[in-house]
T-cell receptor, first 113, second 116 residues
Framework: AQKVTQAQTEISVVEKEDVTLDCVYE???????LFWYKQPPSGELVFLIR??????QNEISGRYSWNFQKSTSSFNFTITASQVVDSAVYFC??????????FGEGTQLTVNP | GAGVSQSPSNKVTEKGKDVELRCDPI?????LYWYRQSLGQGLEFLIY????????KSGLPSDRFSAERTGGSVSTLTIQRTQQEDSAVYLC??????????????FGPGTRLLVL
């Protein structure tokens, strides 16, 4: 069985602070894919990144960066110099051999001006 | 190009009535998924289509729920005899096809269903 845990239910920061959202996953499959999605107040899930289990290289996209560590089964997401527009619920998700995405419970990020 | 679209965006119905929710996937995407997002249950997978067939229906919560997809495009999720616990946001996603299975699912805006 697959499981994704996002232990941080809510995080509140002040603009320009850096913030890291944690994601820990469980799977027995050796091939799998990890995703992060953003859900702003409008409700639509917006795709941010996909990583496969064979690629542990960290990735940076503007103010966003992702740290994938198989040794700790973690795929953490860092926002540098946060902005009010980053306020949203962020979901980490896992896809293995089946079709479905298994989502974590989400982390509500609030960035205050 | 256009993203995934869903209709209606909001639906209020009375307990016991049937409802139909529609999803238009991204053009050319062969795979289509339905998920449900509710308070306390998070995001739950319901059903997966590849073309017009549904190889994975294991997430449908009861036999009151059914879905079909025609022409390899539009999908309809039907809930019969709605119950209050069916109140949720129903999200549709679509993806292309990769042999590796690592395709990204792109989501629509969802249909917010409220059963009174």
């Amino acid at each position: 069985a697959q499981k994704v845990t996002q232990a941080q239910t809510e995080i509140s920061v002040v603009e320009k602070e850096d913030v890291t959202l944690d994601c820990v996953y469980e799977t027995r499959d050796t091939t799998y894919y990890l995703f992060w999605y953003k859900q702003p107040p409008s409700g639509e899930l917006v795709f941010l990144i996909r990583r496969n289990s064979f690629d542990e290289q960290n990735e940076i996209s503007g103010r966003y960066s992702w740290n994938f560590q198989k040794s700790t089964s973690s795929f953490n997401f860092t926002i540098t110099a946060s902005q009010v527009v980053d306020s949203a619920v962020y979901f980490c998700a896992l896809k293995t051999s089946g079709s479905r995405l298994t989502f974590g419970e989400g982390t509500q990020l609030t960035v205050n001006p | 190009g256009a993203g995934v679209s869903q209709s209606p965006s909001n639906k209020v119905t009375e307990k016991g009535k049937d409802v139909e929710l529609r999803c238009d996937p991204i053009s050319g995407h062969t795979a289509l998924y339905w998920y449900r997002q509710s308070l306390g249950q998070g995001l739950e997978f319901l059903i997966y289509f590849q073309g017009n067939s549904a190889p994975d229906k294991s997430g449908l919560p009861s036999d009151r729920f059914s879905a079909e997809r025609t022409g390899g495009s539009v999908s309809t999720l039907t809930i019969q005899r709605t119950q209050q616990e069916d109140s949720a946001v129903y999200l549709c996603a679509s993806s292309g096809f990769r042999l590796s299975g690592g395709e990204t699912q792109y989501f629509g805006p969802g249909t917010r269903l409220l059963v009174l």
